[in-house]
């Protein structure tokens, strides 16, 4: 009985499952072999009729299963009961050229080599969706003016735009990083027992890029089998875009809050709702993406043991790899599915932000007027007046303007000019920042076409 986990499998995303599947990973080793098979006939290693007969019986309905993890167990290794398979669907001849000089380890990171660039291409999707619907929110929202929040504390005015526009730019850098590493991480490995290709011949070079050509693979020369910086590569990947949902996902649950109610996920009846409090409707996408990122970024510092395997082969290290690459890749894509959703349906209250504003009675515009007084006071002394009056507002509960009124000289009040200055007043290059973001994004989108 597999262990049931329900994190993914309430916000898990099917496709990346689907990949990661026992099927998948059965069929990736298959299509190995028959690469391999023709590579070989290809290059005169073995016959081209034997090659066509592998090939031929490389298929799923030649492997069972349940007897495969079976003596898998007894083995350590798939690979074994899995090339015994192949051979006994075979008649004499071709069946003793199944797995041809190659080793286990070739055969299953050739095969992990095939999902992660399914994966890979399956998170490049999956943010392109999430980053598609933070570009809508910041195209929509670049003017709708809201309290940037330094320590968690009121700061200056920015956009709701803006803000999200630092995350869209965050995500058009982890699609550039997802495009290249598709570009190197999915390679071939055939290098046999101990990674000199001895048992292949003099053709082994041909043969592997023969394979790596069929299987739309990196081609290399070196071996890899105990060299995993690009398993890591790929786990570091998975669980870095995992964090960018997160940093969404936490943005929104802050902003939801009942005290500031900017923001709320989409509704719908029962969404989120509690077993006893009827009036709630708790954040639970994101909720979910912030649990899923929290579990990749955990299970992302395994890869890195894997990179301590020692010699020419792991002795445990790799062993790692079997359990955390999909894990990663599945948490990974489930954030960035459960992000998109949320974007999507995300309800925004220009009014509520509008109205925190001045929560304080002003406080948020404090920087605002020291800007306006350093011209004829300097920032230090000017920010000492305005530190002076924003502590009497705090303290007595008064707008900032007023209390500016009192402490500063009448030739301070004429550079502050007409008070109080509207937020609107002070957003700098909101605007800008969220027009280059959507550049940048829906540039990079054409470039990659």
Not at 158 to 167: E, M
Request: hydrophobic share 50%.
């Amino acid at each position: 009985m597999q262990t049931f986990k329900l994190l993914p499998a309430l916000f898990g995303d099917a496709g990346m499952a689907g990949i990661f599947s026992a099927e998948s990973t059965v069929l990736s080793w298959l299509r190995v072999e028959a690469a391999l098979a023709l590579a070989q006939a290809e290059a005169g290693v073995i016959d081209e009729s034997d090659a066509e007969a592998i090939a031929a019986a490389c298929v799923p309905a030649t492997i069972d299963l349940d007897r495969l993890w079976r003596e898998a167990v007894n083995v350590g290794y798939p690979i074994l009961p899995l090339v015994r398979m192949i051979a006994a669907a075979l008649p004499e001849g071709p069946n003793g050229r199944v797995h041809y000089g190659a080793t286990t380890q070739d055969i299953m990171d050739s095969g992990l080599s095939l999902q992660m660039r399914e994966a890979l291409e399956r998170l490049v999707v999956l943010l392109e969706s999430f980053g598609d619907a933070l570009a809508r929110l910041v195209e929509e929202h670049a003017g709708t003016v809201v309290a940037a929040r330094t320590h968690a504390q009121q700061a200056v005015p920015t956009t709701f735009g803006a803000k999200l526009a630092v995350l869209l730019a965050e995500v058009t850098r982890q699609r550039r990083r997802l495009r290249d590493a598709l570009r190197h991480v999915p390679a071939v490995s055939l290098f046999g027992a101990g990674g000199t290709s001895a048992a292949m011949g003099e053709q082994a070079a041909v043969v592997r890029k023969g394979v790596a050509t069929r299987l739309g693979l990196v081609q290399t020369d070196v071996p890899w089998h105990v060299a995993r910086d690009g398993i890591a590569e790929f786990g570091v990947a998975c669980a870095s875009v995992a964090a960018t949902a997160a940093r969404f996902a936490r943005e929104v649950v802050d902003l939801s809050r009942t005290e500031v109610g900017e923001v709320r996920e989409a509704g719908g009846h029962h969404r989120g709702a509690s077993s006893t409090m009827p009036q709630k409707a708790n954040p639970i996408g994101c909720e979910a993406i912030i649990g899923m990122s929290g579990t990749a970024g955990a299970l992302s510092s395994a890869v890195f043991r894997a990179m301590e395997a020692g010699h020419e082969r792991a002795a445990g290290e790799w062993q790692v790899e079997w359990y955390v690459v999909p894990q990663l890749a599945e948490l990974a894509a489930g954030a960035l599915v459960t992000a998109a959703e949320v974007a999507v349906g995300l309800q925004v209250f220009p009014e509520a932000m509008r109205g925190n504003l001045d929560a304080e009675g002003g406080l948020i515009m404090a920087e605002a007027y020291m800007m306006r007084l350093a011209p004829a006071l300097g920032r230090e002394q000017a920010h000492d007046l305005v530190y002076q009056a924003a502590h009497r507002a705090r303290a007595d509960r008064r707008a900032l303007a007023d209390t500016l009124r009192e402490v500063a000289g009448p030739d301070d009040l004429a550079s502050l000019g007409p008070l109080p200055l509207p937020p609107e007043s002070y957003i700098g290059d909101a605007e800008t920042i969220c027009a280059v973001a959507l550049a940048a994004w829906r540039t990079e989108e054409n470039d990659n076409e």
